[in-house]
């Protein structure tokens, strides 16, 4: 069930009318159980006994954890659940690929097997709920958090149908709290939720499933696509895949304050990043923090000197490049993220700016220098969304080599041109249109915190957004990106 | 939260005023291709008190078969083109043919290829269908309506485009109810000048690739079997045709073609009657898609049909086919057998 559609929006309102006319707390809780499962179960049921499990057995080692101190069965339990949820993330994503990964090896050695490969169906949000499972046992190993007493609402707050399939991953310490005390109806929230849902929705049927269809054309074959042709799709990928991810990141948080709770922000504005490592604190934040805070700093961090420090984000990047798929391209996706982010960290700009700051400077127009070190930013990360969107690792080769040659030949570039044309001139527009209200509104969570607006003003607006989606907005019924990871 | 819920439902009867007024513009489907549905059905109940021959598939069909010369081939049945277009899905098609077959007739599927491939059935298509004959909606499948809540916001879509040639006052460019022949046959285009190798193919961002969805195959391969099956039982016989496709678009869907009917071979039980026919046929002889035959490509594919038939059941000595009375035939299992053939 894509938030996209009719179907989850019917789902929705039938679910906030239940849920509302519930009094107590653990009636909403197992309210919420029951339609996270049915949310789950649309895409397949197998996928409800998968997490069932995977969330059942974390719930008694957690119990199990908090019962005992000694170090040595503590060690055990948490040996048994990570080794569990990674195990089963290993076997559904990986399995085909490693053995693949394997016969080549081999038989660039000169041996050759028979490689055994499975007809794997991949869950969907399996890479998400698991490391957010993950999390939680880890903080009660680390006595950071007490090991919940309710099945139902753990089971609810693993299971969240808003952001189960594509997160944020979200912290225990964090959403678990919020099932357990009473959630009162906030008009405020349920409001900036609706708006959220709307940016969304806006998001991504404007904008990525529209962008999509020019990348496609290019990345789809790209010995015959031309370096201008590349150029210009990877510039619509690195739009499409941060609107397609924001937007369902959005519409979970926005869906979220329906019911009273609160998600953490996954995405803040960061292209307008002036750093790479600023670039990292506010894109899929929840997963860039779930690395930093369970593989970076145990691994030592910045803590043990700046070789220990580059291998660190290294590493962290190069897994975090591997949760993203099973596929070399996102292997090197990820190293060529964790060298640059090194590089800058030991060698550049010291300056931390917090993602507290606005984004881009305060100005209006930004400054030379700010555009230029957004530039930058934004050139690094594209050369970067090549290996991402490539299907292999021989085609992003192919496709770098184009994209840079490219420059020195500018009697192709208007071989772009061939790229676009009837509704996908649309989509340029509106990619213009979101970046423009992005910039504008940086400082607010989202553009459209218009509180300060008249009621007939933004009633105007969002009319004009929604019948613009309905219009022109693209139901190909294309999935989210992340859905795949 | 009442004044949330309040507002909420004022600013949605808002936008429900504003779709009201737009459904007021829209022209519907009455008039459309669509709606030949009407009178191709009406044609088989009409022809119900003999064995009938129908075709069933997408828009390949009333564009690439000649039902006349079909019935002068074999006189003893009254033919039907149901074919109306692929976007109605192969669900849609079989339940509406099973929902009409009898003990004598026989059942000849000609879907397009992509049936194999992806999910053909679009929700404008199906709702316009239930629009234009409500009753229609009991011939979808729960994989539709499942497809109608995904892609249902798209219909606004769909209506809005409609709807701007009525404003600027200019004729869609659609083919209509009316240009089909009594039979169910496509004729309007007999006359006019094919676009598809000289225009179609060679317009700004035409991919004659498909866009593949996995797991259909089988699935498909399933739901044919399943129909088969209950025809048989019922007296009823099917057979299937592949539709010739044209050869740009052979060329770049190859490996999935070559896939799909190799996996048909192997595992459909129903008898195949052009296995052995080339697959692809010129650009030239299509007529603005790679499913649409001009009149020549017409006439030619419903001579190779006639031949494939005839050779799939030939004919007794006599030279006449066995005709089942009249008044031995009933609905769904009544009739007597006695031996039926072409």
């Known amino acids: 069930m894509t938030f996209t559609t009719l179907t989850f929006c019917l789902f929705l309102v039938a679910v906030f009318a239940a849920y509302w006319t519930l009094r107590t707390r653990k009636a909403q809780n197992f309210l919420l159980v029951v339609v996270n499962y049915v949310f789950y179960g649309w895409w397949d049921w197998r996928f409800c006994l998968l997490m069932l499990f995977a969330c059942t057995l974390d719930f008694f080692i957690g119990r199990a954890l908090q019962r005992t101190s000694v170090p040595f069965r503590r060690r055990i339990l948490l040996t048994i659940s990570v080794g569990t949820n990674l195990g089963v993330l290993g076997f559904f994503k990986y399995f085909n690929f490693f053995m693949d990964s394997l016969t080549s090896a081999g038989q660039s050695l000169g041996w050759s097997f028979d490689p055994f490969t499975l007809r794997i169906l991949l869950p969907v949000g399996i890479s998400f709920y698991t490391f957010q499972t993950m999390s939680y046992v880890i903080d009660v190993y680390r006595k950071e958090l007490d090991a919940s007493e309710s099945l139902i609402e753990y089971l609810a707050y693993i299971s969240f149908f808003p952001q189960l399939v594509a997160g944020p991953i979200e912290r225990a310490g964090d959403l678990l709290p919020q099932f357990q005390q009473p959630r009162c109806f906030d008009n405020t929230a349920a409001r900036d939720g609706c708006r959220l849902i709307l940016w969304g929705f806006f998001k991504k049927l404007c904008g990525a499933d529209g962008l999509g269809e020019i990348v496609s054309a290019a990345y789809r074959d790209i010995p015959d696509a031309t370096g201008p042709q590349l150029v210009l799709a990877t510039v619509c990928f690195a739009a499409q895949i941060y609107f397609d991810f924001s937007a369902y990141s959005d519409i979970a948080s926005g869906a979220a304050r329906l019911f009273g709770f609160n998600l953490m922000r996954n995405f803040a504005y960061p292209y307008f990043s002036q750093s790479l490592s600023e670039f990292w604190r506010r894109w899929h934040v929840s997963l860039s923090s779930w690395f930093r805070d369970y593989v970076f700093i145990p691994l030592g961090g910045s803590r043990r000197g700046k070789l220990i420090l580059i291998r660190n984000l290294v590493l962290t990047f190069l897994i975090s490049g591997l949760w993203h798929g099973a596929n070399w391209t996102y292997v090197i996706w990820g190293g060529i993220m964790g060298v640059a982010v090194a590089i800058e960290t030991v060698f550049g700009d010291q300056k931390k700016r917090s993602t507290s700051e606005v984004p881009g400077g305060p100005n209006l127009i930004p400054s030379p220098a700010v555009l230029a070190r957004m530039t930058l930013v934004w050139l690094v990360v594209g050369m970067g969304w090549v290996f991402f969107r490539a299907p292999n690792v021989a085609s992003a080769w192919l496709a770098v080599v184009k994209v840079t040659g490219s420059i020195f030949t500018p009697s192709t570039w208007s071989s772009a041109g061939d790229l676009i044309y009837g509704s996908r001139v649309d989509s340029l527009i509106f990619v213009l249109v979101i970046y423009l209200a992005e910039w504008i509104q940086r400082s607010k969570r989202h553009p459209l915190a218009i509180e300060h607006w008249t009621l007939p003003k933004r009633w105007a607006l969002y009319t004009c957004m929604i019948w613009v989606i309905l219009i022109d907005g693209s139901f190909s019924g294309s999935q989210f990106i992340y859905f795949q990871f | ?342």
């Open chain 2, 1 to 342: 939260m009442r004044q949330f819920v309040a507002r909420l439902g004022i600013f949605v009867a808002i936008q429900a005023m504003i779709g009201v007024a737009l459904l007021q513009l829209d022209p519907g489907a009455n008039d459309s291709a669509l709606a030949s549905f009407l009178e191709k059905d009406a044609r088989l109940e009409q022809t119900a008190d003999r064995p009938r021959l129908m075709i069933v598939g997408g828009s390949n069909v009333p564009f690439g078969l000649d039902s006349e010369q079909l019935g002068e081939a074999f006189p003893d049945y009254s033919v039907t083109n149901l074919g109306i277009s692929a976007s109605l899905g192969l669900d849609f098609m079989l339940n509406h043919v099973g929902s009409r077959a009898q003990r004598g007739d026989m059942v000849l599927l000609a879907p397009e290829y992509l049936h194999f491939a992806t999910r053909c059935s679009c929700s404008p298509a199906l709702i316009d269908m239930m629009r234009i004959c409500p009753r229609t909606s009991e011939f979808l499948s729960v994989a539709d309506w499942k497809d109608l809540g995904d892609s249902g916001l798209g219909n606004v879509r769909y209506v809005c485009r409609r709807i701007q040639p009525r404003l600027r006052g200019v004729r869609p460019n659609e083919f209509r109810r009316n240009d089909f022949n009594s039979l169910g046959d496509m004729v309007a285009h007999h006359d006019m000048p094919p676009t598809y190798q000289k225009k179609r193919i060679r317009e700004k961002g035409f991919s004659a690739k498909w866009d593949v969805q996995t797991n259909i195959l089988d699935q498909q391969v399933q739901r044919l079997n399943e129909f088969a099956e209950k025809c048989r039982a019922e007296g009823i016989e099917v057979v299937l045709s592949y539709p010739p496709l044209s050869e740009t678009s052979w060329n770049a869907n190859q490996q999935i073609i070559v896939e799909i009917r190799e996996k048909l071979s192997q595992e459909l039980k129903i008898p195949i009657l052009n296995e052995e026919m080339t697959p692809s046929w010129p650009d030239e002889m299509y007529f603005d898609t790679e499913w649409h035959l001009t009149a020549a490509g017409k006439e030619q594919r419903t001579a190779e049909l006639i031949a494939s038939m005839r050779r799939f059941r030939p004919e007794p000595e006599s030279g006449r086919l066995p005709v089942i009375p009249a008044t031995a035939k009933s609905k769904k299992g009544g009739s007597p057998s006695g031996e039926r053939g072409l």
